[in-house]
C-alpha cells in the first residue's frame, strides 16, 4: 500500500477517487509545524538554528499518518507546488524520520497543477525528489518574519504602550495605508472649471465638444480657475459661428488582458463581485481541491497562488478549440497568444489561474457549485477564454471644432466599436470614479454623427462647470494589492493574509469597502518609520523578496541571507535601549500633530487647551496607549 500526504481532506476525497485501492490519502491539515511564539525559536548565535515543534492540533493528524505508514511500502508527498507546500511535505518527512518509521521506504515528492485525474496520474508517474532549495527559501522567510516580529514587537511594548506588534511585510503594507491617509488630510481642494458646448448639424443632430484652446494657448486642467474665466470663455464660443476645422479617424486594435494571477483575480473579484481577497482565496481553494459536479468529483481551476500568466500548450488548444466551437473562427487569432509578466520579482513557476477544462462552461456546472463559487468560476472561465481571442476593434475619432478667428478650439471625442472581439466575452472591470487617482482624461466613449471639414455647426448651448480637484482615494481590497505587487511587497501567497492580519490587529478598518488607519496603526507606523525606516522602506522590503528568489533558485544561500540581515538589524534593534518614551512621544506628536490638531486661518496646529487656557495640548502615552493631553497635567486634567 502506497500512503499519499496532502493538506486538505476535499483534497484528500478527491485524488482518493483517482486512485486504485493501493493507494491510501490522508491530509495533513495545513502545516503540521510552526515556531513557537517565544523567545529562542530562531537562534542567530547558533547558526540560525530553528526550534520547530508540531502545531496545535496537528498531533492527532500525525498519529494518524503514522498509523497508516506503519502498513505502506512507500511515502508520497503530495502537497501544493509551491514553497509552503514543500515546507508542509519537508516536515511531515521530518516528524516521521525522528521516529523511525522510514527505514528503507521510498519517499516520493509528486506535484500537480491542478486536482484532476489526468494531472494527478502525471505526476504520480514523474515523482522527484524533495526541493531542498524551496525548503531553504521557506526557512529563510520564516526565520526573518520571526526576527522581525519578536525583536521589534518586544520595542513596540515597551515604548508605544497599546501597540499589539509589528512584521516584516505587515508593516510596509500598513505604510501604505497611513500614507494614503496621511495625503488625504494634507490634501486641499482647487476649483477649476471646463466649458462644454451642444453642438448641432443641420440635420438636426447633435453633440458635445469641450474646450481645448483659448486665444491660442491649449488649456491645461486648471487654467480656467474661476467663474468668471469660465463665463468670458463661453462667451467667446458663443461670440462667433463653428465649424468643423479637422477630422482625424484612426482604427484601433485592444487586446485581451492575460489570464489571471493570484494578485488579478484577488483586484478583479473585489472590483466585479465585492469579494475581499481573503475571501476570493477561500473560493479559489475551494474550486481546485474538487467539487462534485455530478458525474464525478474534480477541481475546476488550477493552483490558485501563481505570479504567472502563461497557459500550457495543452490548456491553450483546449481554449482555442472552444473559441472556435462556441463563437467561430472569425473570434480566433492565426496564432496563440503567449503572455509574459510585468510584475516586479515574479517568479512565474506555475500557470496562471485557469479552469481545468475549457469546455466546462460555467452554465453546465451552475447547479452544483454555491452562488458566490459559481461567479469566481464565471470570472475565471471567461477571463482564460478572452484571453486567446481576437482583438476588439475600434474606429476613434476626434473632430475639432474652431471660429472664424481661431481663438476657441474645441474637441469631440468617440469611439465605435467595428469589431467586439474578445469584449463579447469579458471586459476587465475599472476601480470606481472614487477609487481611481484623479486624470485629465475626457471621456471618448460618445457616439459621433459623421460631419465633414468646413461644415458648419450651431451652438445649442454652452455649458461652464464646476468641478474641485479631488484628493487620492483610500485603498480598497483591489487597490492595496495592485500597490504590494507593484513595489514587489509579498508573495501571491501573502497578499489576503497580510490585509487580514491588519484588520486583526486593529491597525485599520475597512469602510464601504475602503481601508482606513486607525489612531493604533498611524502610531505604529510612525514610530517604525522613525526609528526603524530602512526596514519599513518599499524598496528594502522588494530587494529582500528577491533575495529570498534567489534562495528559492539556488543562487543564494539562506544562512548567509540571515547574516546580513540580522547584523544591521540587530544594531538598529540595540540603538533603541537608550530611547525613552518622552523622545518617543516628542517624534510622534510632533509627526502626527496635523491629524491629531486642527489648523486655525493662521494655518498653524489650534494646540491650546480649551480647559485650562494656558497649557498646550499634546500626544501623551498612558498604560492603555496614546491620548491627548494638556502640558499642565496633572493641575489640568484634560
Known amino acids: 500500500m502506497k500512503l499519499v500526504i496532502v493538506e486538505s481532506p476535499a483534497k484528500a476525497k478527491t485524488i482518493n477517487r483517482y486512485l486504485g485501492d493501493d493507494y491510501h490519502v490522508l491530509a495533513s491539515y495545513g502545516h503540521v509545524c510552526d515556531l513557537p511564539s517565544k523567545d529562542g525559536s530562531v537562534l542567530p548565535d547558533e547558526d540560525f538554528a530553528m526550534k520547530w515543534q508540531v502545531s496545535s492540533g496537528s498531533e492527532r493528524h500525525i498519529s494518524d499518518i503514522t498509523k497508516a505508514l506503519r502498513g505502506a511500502d512507500r511515502l508520497i508527498l503530495a502537497t501544493d507546488p509551491d514553497r509552503e507546500g514543500e515546507a508542509i511535505s519537508w516536515h511531515v518527512l521530518e516528524l516521521l524520520q525522528d521516529r523511525k518509521l522510514i527505514k528503507d521506504k521510498p519517499v516520493e515528492r509528486v506535484v500537480f497543477n491542478e486536482v484532476t485525474k489526468t494531472a494527478i496520474l502525471a505526476a504520480m508517474a514523474q515523482p522527484r525528489a524533495l526541493d531542498t532549495e524551496l525548503i531553504d527559501a521557506y526557512r529563510a522567510r520564516r526565520a526573518l518574519d520571526y526576527l522581525v516580529g519578536f525583536s521589534i514587537s518586544p520595542v513596540l511594548w515597551r515604548k508605544l504602550p497599546g501597540a499589539r506588534s509589528a512584521g516584516r511585510v505587515q508593516s510596509v503594507a500598513l505604510r501604505l495605508i497611513c500614507e494614503r491617509e496621511a495625503a488625504i488630510e494634507a490634501f486641499i481642494a482647487q476649483e477649476y472649471w471646463t466649458v462644454e458646448a451642444e453642438l448641432g448639424k443641420a440635420d438636426g443632430r447633435n453633440f458635445k465638444a469641450r474646450l481645448t484652446h483659448l486665444n491660442g494657448k491649449k488649456l491645461g486642467k486648471l487654467d480656467i480657475g474661476t467663474e468668471t474665466e469660465a463665463i468670458a470663455a463661453a462667451a467667446t464660443i458663443e461670440a462667433e459661428a463653428l465649424q468643423v476645422s479637422d477630422i482625424q479617424t484612426r482604427r484601433i486594435r485592444e487586446n485581451p488582458k492575460p489570464p489571471f494571477t493570484t494578485s488579478t483575480l484577488q483586484q478583479e473579484a473585489s472590483r466585479k463581485l465585492g469579494f475581499s481577497a481573503s475571501r476570493t482565496m477561500q473560493i479559489a481553494q475551494r474550486l481546485y481541491e474538487g467539487i462534485n459536479i455530478g458525474s464525478e468529483t474534480t477541481g475546476l481551476i488550477t493552483y490558485m497562488r501563481t505570479d504567472g500568466v502563461q497557459l500550457g500548450s495543452e490548456a491553450i488548444a483546449g481554449v482555442r478549440a472552444e473559441i472556435g466551437q462556441r463563437f467561430g473562427n472569425r473570434y ?33 456546472i451552475r447547479n452544483f457549485l454555491d452562488y458566490d463559487q459559481a461567479r469566481l468560476y464565471d470570472l475565471i472561465w471567461k477571463r482564460t477564454i478572452a484571453s486567446q481571442m481576437q482583438s476588439a476593434e475600434l474606429d476613434q475619432t476626434a473632430i475639432d471644432i474652431t471660429n472664424r478667428s481661431q481663438s476657441v478650439i474645441m474637441r469631440a471625442s468617440g469611439r465605435v466599436v467595428v469589431f467586439d472581439g474578445y469584449r463579447s466575452v469579458y471586459q476587465e472591470g475599472q476601480d470606481s470614479a472614487s477609487d481611481q487617482v484623479e486624470t485629465d482624461k475626457t471621456d471618448d466613449s460618445a457616439i459621433l454623427p459623421a460631419v465633414d471639414k468646413g461644415e458648419p455647426l450651431a451652438t445649442r448651448k454652452v455649458m461652464p462647470e464646476q468641478h474641485f480637484t479631488q484628493p487620492p482615494p483610500r485603498f480598497t481590497d483591489a487597490s492595496l494589492v495592485k500597490a504590494m505587487e507593484e513595489l514587489g511587497i509579498g508573495r501571491p501567497s501573502t497578499y489576503a493574509s497580510i490585509i487580514q492580519v491588519l484588520q486583526d490587529r486593529d491597525y485599520v478598518v475597512k469602510d464601504r469597502g475602503k481601508f482606513i488607519p486607525e ?23 522588494a530587494k529582500l523578496e528577491g533575495q529570498l528568489d534567489a534562495v528559492s533558485d539556488g543562487k543564494l544561500d539562506w544562512k548567509q541571507l540571515l ?24 517624534v510622534l506628536d510632533e509627526d502626527l500633530g496635523p491629524h491629531f490638531f486642527k489648523k486655525n486661518d493662521s494655518g498653524e496646529l489650534m494646540r491650546s487647551c480649551p480647559n485650562c487656557s494656558g497649557g498646550r495640548l499634546g500626544l501623551r502615552l498612558g498604560k492603555f496607549g496614546a491620548f491627548i493631553g494638556c502640558s499642565n497635567y496633572p493641575e489640568c486634567k484634560f
Open 332 to 364: 480566433l487569432p492565426d496564432a496563440p497568444r503567449v503572455y509574459r509578466t510585468a510584475a516586479a520579482n515574479a517568479q512565474e513557476a506555475h500557470e496562471a489561474i485557469r479552469p481545468t477544462d475549457a469546455a466546462r462552461a460555467p452554465d453546465s
Open 519 to 541: 489612531d493604533r496603526g498611524r502610531l505604529v507606523v510612525t514610530f517604525l518609520n522613525s526609528f526603524f525606516s530602512r526596514y519599513v522602506e518599499y524598496d528594502f522590503t
Open 563 to 586: 547574516a546580513q540581515f540580522w547584523r544591521d538589524f540587530k544594531t538598529a534593534i540595540d540603538s533603541t535601549s537608550e530611547l525613552t518614551i518622552t523622545n518617543v512621544i516628542d
